[in-house]
């Protein structure tokens, strides 16, 4: 384990670009090959089995890789009329890069094409303009970069911490259960700060970073830059109240049908639902028509930008804690809000814990965009209405080509506890010693 492991930044590349007809079924067929060979990997990893070699696109050989995805994006929307190929991941960045987004992109591609340069050919030639697998590496990244759109707003639930810590703790919390479970007997009947004290002997870890702190220099500059714009913001809001007031009781709103059609639509697009303790969602709809919703939604998401950073950077997104990765980016020249989401457990709880634990949240979000349950002053109602709210978001969902998840089956909640116990361990001033065993029953 790392002497003081370094606090780490992560950052997300999504590469979007319309698809050849001409190759849309050859695409479909490689995809499809790619799927299934990292259905295996992840099984395999998840059993802690070597998954083997021959694979078209080696994920797990992507250094600092949590999450990457294949998704076609269909045309004949009113925003967009030929199919796309979006390419998506979340990765760690390099020491080199610090904060900065483009070279930490660069480094990340520049892996992708050492690892997995004839997969990638294989399946982005299908893409108009894409340089083809006799050109140089750098060729390819700059016609990637020149694909890339980024996110309009982005969290991450473990804030901090590269893939290689996250492992790293997930085999201390084992070491340590293991010893635990090993001398249970001796430890009944001893005091919490001596089996501390043997646990620490027995377990020696180095020092540790300690979860992000809550950025109070952030949440300062944050109040006096809108001090600063004070009149322009009440004239937004002011201008915002009363268009809501206007518009939201004459805007269309999604009618559920179960038809067999939707039905259809539904399996196809819950393809590969729960085959591991986490997830994935893909979800894309177009915005609501007019400026004021597009700076409304622009508004919410830097708001949103902002709190991820300095308030929901332990784990918990607006009280929901099964979020790993998630990202909201405009595409179709910012008419169109694309979602991809990473999260513990089943869709249905995952749709569920937005409705009880974050509606005015979501519902400021997705208010913005076409046939969202009806709203209240953009905050209000909407996902409350949790029928309507969950059968539009199924409507508007795709199914995920490819989704590969470097530890799909840890939750963020163990990925967090476990951050904690190593820092616990490491510092026996930052918890009391029941506090600290509690996290291991």
Not at 76 to 83: F, H, I, K, L, N
Not at 120 to 149: F, K, Q, R, T
Not at 248 to 261: G, I
Not at 407 to 434: K, M, W, Y
Request: positive net charge; glycine residues 6%.
């Amino acid at each position: 384990m790392p002497n003081n492991a370094p606090y780490v930044e992560h950052f997300d590349l999504t590469v979007v670009a319309p698809i050849l007809p001409e190759r849309r079924e050859a695409l479909g067929r490689t995809l499809a090959t790619v799927r299934e060979q990292t259905l295996v990997l992840m099984r395999a990893r998840g059993r802690g089995v070597d998954p083997g070699t021959g694979r078209k696109i080696p994920f797990d050989h992507v250094p600092g890789l949590h999450y990457a995805r294949f998704v076609v994006i269909a045309g004949g929307s009113v925003t967009a009329t030929t199919a796309s190929l979006a390419f998506a991941s979340d990765f760690d960045g390099v020491a080199a890069a610090g904060k900065n987004a483009e070279t930490a992109r660069r480094h990340h591609l520049q892996d992708w094409l050492r690892v997995a340069r004839p997969g990638l050919d294989a399946v982005l030639s299908a893409c108009v303009g894409y340089p083809g697998s006799a050109a140089d590496d750098l060729a390819i990244v700059n016609w990637m970069e020149a694909h890339h759109i980024p996110a309009a707003t982005s969290y991450i639930g473990c804030r901090g911490r590269g893939l290689q810590q996250i492992e790293e703790e997930a085999a201390l919390r084992q070491r340590v259960e293991t010893w635990v479970d090993a001398h249970r007997a001796d430890l009944a009947t001893l005091p919490p700060e001596t089996i501390m004290q043997r646990l620490r002997a027995a377990c020696p870890v180095p020092t540790s970073s300690p979860i992000p702190p809550r950025f109070f220099w952030a949440w300062l500059g944050f109040l006096l830059l809108g001090l600063l714009f004070l009149p322009l913001i009440l004239l937004f809001v002011l201008a915002a109240v009363l268009f809501l007031l206007w518009r939201e009781p004459r805007d269309p709103v999604f009618e559920p049908q179960y038809t067999p059609e939707e039905r259809k639509h539904i399996d196809w697009a819950s393809t590969d639902e729960d085959l591991f303790f986490q997830n994935q969602l893909t979800h894309i709809v177009d915005l609501k028509p007019g400026l004021m919703r597009a700076l409304l939604i622009r508004a919410v998401y830097r708001l949103l930008r902002f709190l991820v950073v300095v308030k929901f950077n332990r784990g918990s997104l607006g009280g929901i804690p099964s979020i790993h990765f998630a990202r909201w980016v405009l595409v179709n020249r910012g008419r169109t809000v694309l979602f991809f989401s990473n999260f513990d457990s089943s869709w249905e709880s995952y749709l569920g814990d937005f409705v009880d634990k974050a509606s005015s949240g979501l519902t400021a979000v997705w208010s913005n965009t076409v046939g969202y349950p009806r709203t209240r002053m953009l905050l209000w109602a909407g996902s409350n209405a949790a029928t309507r709210f969950k059968a539009w978001a199924r409507h508007h969902q795709l199914p995920t080509a490819v989704w590969y998840a470097a530890l799909p089956g840890l939750s963020i909640v163990n990925v967090n506890d476990n951050s904690q116990l190593r820092h616990a361990l490491s510092d026996p001033t930052v918890e009391t010693s029941e506090t600290t065993l509690r996290r291991l029953r």
